[in-house]
Nanobody, 127 residues
Framework: QLQLVESGGGLVQAGGSLRVSCAASGRTFSSYHIGWFRQAPGKEREFVAAVSRSGADTYYADSVKGRFTISRDNAKNTLYLQMNSLKPEDTAVYYC????????????????????WGQGTQVTVSS
C-alpha cells in the first residue's frame, strides 16, 4: 500500500498564502499520478489539482487556476500545493490521493479513479 500524510494546513486571512504538503511512503511514489481534492462542510469532494507521474503534466480546477500551483519532488516522495490569493471559499479539508489509472489524462478530476487517500488537512480562510 501507499501511505499518504498531508500537513501544512491552518488558518490564513483572505489574500494570504499557504503551502500544504503530502508525504508518501510504502511504495514507489514516482509510479503514481497524484491529485489534490477538497471537501467543504455539506459539500461533495471536489477536484483541485493533479500532476502526472513525472511532474511534466499538471491540471487545475477552474476555480483555482492562476492561484494554486501543484508540484512534486519524487526524490523526497512529497507532493506540494502552493495556494496564493486565498479566498474564504477555499476553506475545506484538503486531501491528496494517488492513482495508477492508465487513462489519467482523461480521468484526473474523478475521485473514483484514485486508489489511495490521505487523512486530510484543514485549510481555513477568514474574510
Amino acid at each position: 500500500q501507499l501511505q499518504l500524510v498531508e500537513s501544512g494546513g491552518g488558518l490564513v486571512q483572505a489574500g494570504g498564502s499557504l503551502r500544504v504538503s503530502c508525504a508518501a511512503s510504502g511504495r514507489t511514489f514516482s509510479s503514481y499520478h497524484i491529485g489534490w481534492f477538497r471537501q467543504a462542510p455539506g459539500k461533495e469532494r471536489e477536484f483541485v489539482a493533479a500532476v502526472s507521474r513525472s511532474g511534466a503534466d499538471t491540471y487545475y480546477a477552474d476555480s483555482v487556476k492562476g492561484r494554486f500551483t501543484i508540484s512534486r519532488d519524487n526524490a523526497k516522495n512529497t507532493l506540494y500545493l502552493q495556494m496564493n490569493s486565498l479566498k474564504p471559499e477555499d476553506t475545506a479539508v484538503y486531501y491528496c490521493a494517488a492513482s495508477l489509472n492508465v487513462l489519467f489524462v482523461a480521468t484526473y478530476y474523478s475521485p473514483n479513479k484514485y486508489t489511495y487517500w490521505g487523512q486530510g488537512t484543514q485549510v481555513t480562510v477568514s474574510s
